[in-house]
């Protein structure tokens, strides 16, 4: 044990730079890895607190839903409020301020909903034959054409989804009638009115983007991201051949719950471009983009991987080849140690001590480097 | 001399390759020195080699220190021999005060005092080498730092092969002053062409190996 201590010493001693350099390409290859991933999960934990309290919601099942809400979000920057499904849920049960997610192609007993705003009323030519215009969510006023058993003031109906959304929501609503209209010869007449503030805009939108029988318009339907700014609803509102839809200002857009799930790789990359375009940071991701992100993270983690891997294995090399001829000056040296006296087992030791002097030394390196490169990391991949 | 021989070779022959040596009969008492002389490829590296274990003959008997070398443990070798290879066989980080007690840590005796240490390495001018690593001495300054390691080993048998080679006539006397000049309990068998060491010797041996 002895002979192997001084011969270990000796190692070090007199050739620390090329077991430093062994040392050194062990930390590498360790810590890269390591520093990397730790890196990418903290960006990713992160995101996730970023986007815990906001479950935005919207249905965006295809290219043309997430054109909608891309162009909703670089229409109106506006920081979006803090919503849960607490509040939705709370809102079911008519507390005031809440909002009731429900889309507008909802029907409520074979009727069509309707969300406007009171402002417009006037100009769609409605008048309240009895009761009050709705207010709160989930209130709703009916056509003067609309069964009396099922629409009079007062009565509870249940709203029925369309079916054709990727919503999360419950798939009904209960809906209080709180007004009925006095009868204007139009087809107005036949449908249900809710506030607009109470219904999912979003899916408002994509509503617009229905031809006149219901069935999504196909030519809407893949098109690519739209401009910032574009007076893309007044437009979608203003070219509706139904005429029942209300006329809204984009700032007055109750832009509340918002999901934004692509489907593809295009409207992830869509996505992310019009959030940063919109946000100029992604404060307000949504948590499954938040894991999309975190993917694109991860990949830009490879790339710094390979950056500083490539180096690694360089040094790696030039270690292996001072490791090589190093063991070819040591073959020599312990045949001579053996002709002494010295048993196998005690160059071994020597061995194993050295090597545990330079894993000693690798492990310090590498939670150095380790460290390092979590904050290089993250600095680069952000 | 002892009436007992430390060494004794019967009927061995080695073949290596398209080398062969052939010994009929080979016996050293213990306190002999003996040198081994013979031109260049006639065997005395074999012969040195098989008494130290290194080589096991192909066919005979050899005795060292009373048992046969080759079945020995490394240990045995620490024990009994002091050996000097042809290429001095030194760890090449060790500095030259670790170098000459190797020897004695791996026999597991008490290492040898300063004083003798500094006493052996004075006499081969290697005084303040000490700290010295192999890198940094002349190829006759390394063979001093090998026989220093031969003299402080305190074996019964030392095996010597071409210890003055590298040395200069003046070192050449002192080396051989130091290997030979000491104790009858030591026995040396040494290989050379140095006719200053060779003149020393209390006998003189001469392999003929030749190829079979």
Request: aromatic share 4%; net charge neutral; hydrophobic share 45%.
């Amino acid at each position: 044990m002895r002979v192997a201590w001084i011969l270990a010493k000796s190692r070090w001693r007199e050739r620390p730079s090329t077991l430093l350099l062994l040392s050194l390409a062990i930390a590498l290859a360790a810590a890269v890895p390591t520093g990397t991933n730790q890196a990418v999960q903290r960006e990713v934990q992160k995101l996730r607190q970023q986007t815990q309290g906001i479950p935005l919601v919207a249905g965006a099942g295809s290219a043309g839903q997430t054109d909608l809400v891309l162009a909703a979000l670089d229409f109106d920057p506006r920081s979006i409020p803090t919503a849960t499904w607490g509040l939705v849920e709370a809102a079911r049960q008519d507390v005031p301020d809440g909002v009731l997610p429900m889309h507008l192609g909802h029907q409520a007993s074979g009727v069509t909903l309707i969300g406007t705003e009171s402002d417009v009323v006037s100009t769609l030519g409605l008048t309240l034959a009895s009761g009050r215009w709705c207010i709160r969510p989930g209130e709703i006023v009916a056509g003067a054409n609309t069964s009396l058993d099922r629409f009079s003031l007062g009565n509870i109906v249940e709203s029925e989804a369309p079916q054709k959304f990727a919503l999360q929501a419950p798939p009904t609503q209960r809906l209080r009638v709180v007004g009925r209209c006095a009868p204007t010869g139009s087809p107005a007449d036949q449908v249900a009115w809710t506030n607009l503030t109470t219904t999912w805009v979003l899916d408002g939108l994509y509503h617009a983007h229905q031809s006149d029988s219901g069935q999504p318009n196909n030519a809407t339907a893949d098109r690519q991201i739209l401009a910032p700014n574009t007076p893309l609803i007044r437009n979608l509102y203003d070219q509706d051949g139904s005429g029942l839809h209300a006329h809204i200002s984009k700032s007055e857009l109750p832009i509340h719950l918002l999901r934004i799930t692509p489907q593809d790789q295009r409207s992830l990359t869509m996505v992310r471009t019009n959030l940063k375009l919109a946000y100029g940071a992604m404060t307000a991701v949504p948590e499954k983009v938040a894991d999309e992100l975190a993917e694109s993270f991860a990949a830009r983690a490879k790339l710094i991987q390979l950056a500083v891997v490539v180096p690694g294995l360089g040094v790696s090399l030039l270690a292996l080849l001072v490791v090589w001829l190093d063991w070819q000056r040591r073959r020599a040296e312990h045949a001579g140690l053996r002709r002494l006296g010295a048993s196998q087992w005690m160059l071994v030791g020597s061995f194993a001590l050295e090597l545990m002097g330079t894993l000693i030394i690798s492990i310090l390196l590498t939670t150095a480097l380790t460290f390092g490169l979590a904050i290089f990391a993250a600095r680069w991949v952000m | 001399m002892s009436s007992e021989p430390i060494i004794f070779l019967e009927e061995v022959l080695v073949k290596r390759g398209n080398f062969c040596l052939e010994i009929p009969k080979l016996q050293i008492f213990t306190g002999e020195r003996v040198g081994i002389v013979a031109p260049s490829g006639q065997g005395k590296s074999t012969l040195l080699m098989l008494l130290a274990g290194l080589i096991a003959p192909t066919k005979g008997r050899v005795c060292v220190c009373g048992v046969d070398p080759v079945s020995q443990p490394p240990q045995w070798r620490a024990q009994q021999l002091a050996w000097m290879g042809a290429e001095l066989e030194l760890a090449t980080d060790l500095r030259v005060h670790e170098q000459v007690t190797l020897a004695a840590h791996l026999m597991k005796h008490p290492i040898p005092s300063q004083d003798i240490t500094d006493e052996v390495l004075n006499r081969l001018g290697l005084a303040g080498f000490q700290n010295r690593t192999m890198a940094s001495l002349s190829t006759g300054q390394q063979q001093r730092v090998a026989l220093a390691r031969v003299l402080l080993h305190p074996a019964p048998l030392r095996l010597t092969d071409e210890p003055t080679a590298s040395l200069d006539k003046g070192w050449s006397n002192v080396c051989s002053d130091l290997l030979l000049g000491e104790s009858d309990a030591v026995t040396v068998c040494f290989a050379s062409h140095d006719p200053t060491l060779i003149g020393r010797a209390d006998r003189i041996i001469s392999p003929e190996g030749s190829p079979p």
